[in-house]
């Protein structure tokens, strides 16, 4: 069997970052590790393939990615395609998952994949406090990408999804099923996507001769949307359909309504978006706009990796299309 970087760094009890500097002979390591590496690469016969000698012309062959949260099954699918297509280059992936409150005494941010000399480059997974990290990333001259990023004039490199596009469709789809009375359970404003699904919604109803129907703030999650559609059947007037920022949200909608001897879609109709895992194991099952995950990550690995390389120069913006989900929250509106 090859013995990898990753199985050094298991039998020395260290980071796969920490190898690499001893392969790259960082003097910031410590002496205790340094042995600790070497002398597990020679119990384990190691013999650093093309992509660990890369490490020699100063580079540590990882790339990190940042995230508030992985109880998120699309930030996982988007981990996972960003993995597997930095293996294809020959990188390894180091995550980091911390508040995005975090900083430090001088006002930086405290992650660790921030400092110097640790990654090769970085994409930032949902940003919560961009302008300070572009900010801190250009200065020390970290190469990086961001996705699903908060702000319409950013000046750096970043692929995002289409969140308008996918508001548009996801009001027309209840729209076409002859629903008027539509609601929308926005997320939270801090969050571009949320503004830009917003905005979908308000310019479907437009487009339809309508005004919106309602409009609910709420954050991403099961109780917000379980309350607010509790607060509907209490008030004893209803929308026909609603629109939820995410399937959290349309989840806590569809058992206010369960719990309440009330039927999804007979009663309700119902879409969500992001097509979360469990979208498609619940019943009724959830009527969704999916998001690529696979194609998310793979342009911001190309993205970074061109950007690292030099043959990026110039920011960029990537915008990839929703995909409308059809399943059975999701139905034609009763007269």
């Known amino acids: 069997m090859k013995i990898s970087i990753f199985d050094v760094a298991k039998k020395a009890g260290v980071s796969v970052v920490t190898v690499s500097r001893v392969l790259n002979d960082f003097p910031s390591v410590r002496e205790k590790n340094r042995q600790k590496v070497?002398?597990?690469?020679?119990?384990?016969?190691?013999?650093?393939?093309?992509?660990?000698?890369?490490?020699?012309?100063?580079?540590?062959?990882?790339?990190?990615?940042?995230?508030?949260?992985?109880?998120?099954?699309?930030f996982d699918g988007i981990i996972k395609s960003v993995n597997d297509a930095l293996k294809e280059h020959g990188y390894f992936l180091a995550l980091s998952i911390e508040p995005e409150t975090a900083e430090t005494?001088?006002?930086?941010?405290?992650?660790?994949?921030?400092?110097?000399?640790?990654v090769d480059g970085i994409i930032l997974l949902s940003p919560l406090n961009e302008e300070r990290d572009v900010l801190e990333l250009k200065r020390k001259k970290i190469p990086f990408v961001l996705v699903d990023n908060q702000l319409e004039d950013t000046s750096a490199s970043v692929v995002n999804v289409d969140n308008y596009m996918g508001g548009l469709t996801a009001t027309r789809h209840l729209l076409g099923l002859g629903h008027t009375r539509i609601a929308h359970v926005c997320g939270p404003a801090l969050y571009r996507s949320a503004r830009e699904r917003k905005r979908g919604y308000m310019d479907a109803m437009a487009e339809a001769g309508l005004t919106p129907y309602l409009m609910v703030d709420s954050d991403f999650n099961i109780r917000d949307g379980y309350e607010i559609a509790k607060s509907w059947l209490a008030g004893g007037e209803c929308p026909t359909a609603v629109f939820a920022a995410d399937d959290f949200i349309a989840l806590g909608i569809v058992e206010a309504f369960r719990d309440a001897g009330r039927h999804v879609p007979q009663d309700l109709s119902v879409i969500g978006y992001d097509d979360q895992a469990f979208?498609?194991?619940?019943?009724?099952?959830?009527?969704?706009?999916?998001?690529?995950?696979?194609?998310?990550?793979?342009?911001?690995?190309?993205?970074?990796?061109?950007i690292k390389s030099g043959a990026q120069r110039r920011n960029a913006s990537i915008k990839l299309e929703p995909e409308l989900v059809v399943r059975e929250s999701t139905t034609v509106c009763r007269p």
């Open 38 to 74: 070497l002398q597990a690469i020679k119990e384990l016969d190691y013999r650093p393939n093309s992509a660990a000698r890369s490490l020699a012309m100063g580079k540590t062959g990882v790339i990190g990615l940042t995230l508030t949260t992985l109880q998120d099954t699309l």
């Open 105 to 118: 005494a001088n006002g930086e941010s405290s992650n660790f994949l921030y400092q110097e000399d640790r």
């Open 279 to 306: 979208s498609a194991d619940i019943h009724p099952r959830l009527t969704t706009i999916r998001q690529p995950a696979e194609g998310i990550a793979q342009e911001a690995v190309k993205l970074l990796l061109r």
